[in-house]
């Protein structure tokens, strides 16, 4: 995979379990196909649930036959850039995985809005114990 996330890093996974990803591969990697591009790596709010239903994009029902196993709060999953701008716009954009988020949404969406809502964790949690991190 030669995606890159929107820090200018290698793309890190956003979710195994449910498997997400365009691909199904459980990153937010795209391509040309990919015309809604899914590249945010979001954490379900079910206030996000709620909105993406309201505006047509229903997240929660599960869809076999396209893999996709329905969503619920907390599960992380690759969302089309469009929608969670929408979202963000209407005041219910759901939480961030900035390293798990294709570098290709910055044409979409800027980085100081997807910074915003960042809920990433550092890899090294050892300085948290002494205020490092």
Same mark, same amino acid.
């Given at each position: 995979?030669?995606?890159?996330?929107? *820090?200018?890093?290698?793309?890190?996974? =956003?979710? *195994?379990?449910?498997?997400?990803?365009?691909?199904? !591969?459980?990153? =937010?990697?795209?391509?040309?196909?990919?015309?809604?591009?899914?590249? #945010? =790596?979001?954490?379900?709010?079910?206030?996000?649930?709620?909105?993406?239903?309201? #505006?047509?994009?229903? *997240?929660?029902?599960?869809?076999?036959?396209?893999?996709?196993?329905?969503?619920?709060?907390?599960?992380?999953? =690759?969302?089309?850039?469009?929608?969670?701008?929408?979202?963000?716009?209407?005041?219910?954009?759901?939480?961030?995985?900035?390293?798990?988020?294709?570098?290709?949404?910055?044409? #979409?969406?800027?980085? !100081?809005?997807?910074?915003?809502?960042?809920?990433?964790?550092?890899? !090294?949690?050892?300085?948290?114990? !002494?205020?490092?991190?």
């Amino acid at each position: 995979m030669n995606d890159r996330n929107v *820090l200018g890093q290698p793309l890190e996974p =956003c979710s *195994l379990d449910p498997l997400t990803g365009w691909f199904r !591969d459980g990153a =937010c990697a795209t391509g040309p196909q990919d015309r809604g591009s899914h590249t #945010i =790596c979001a954490v379900m709010t079910a206030e996000f649930l709620e909105h993406q239903r309201r #505006i047509g994009n229903d *997240l929660v029902t599960p869809i076999p036959q396209y893999r996709f196993p329905g969503l619920r709060p907390g599960d992380r999953w =690759c969302v089309t850039a469009r929608n969670w701008m929408r979202a963000h716009l209407d005041g219910a954009a759901a939480p961030v995985v900035l390293a798990a988020t294709n570098e290709a949404v910055l044409t #979409i969406v800027p980085l !100081d809005v997807l910074q915003q809502y960042a809920v990433d964790v550092p890899p !090294d949690l050892s300085g948290l114990e !002494d205020g490092r991190v």
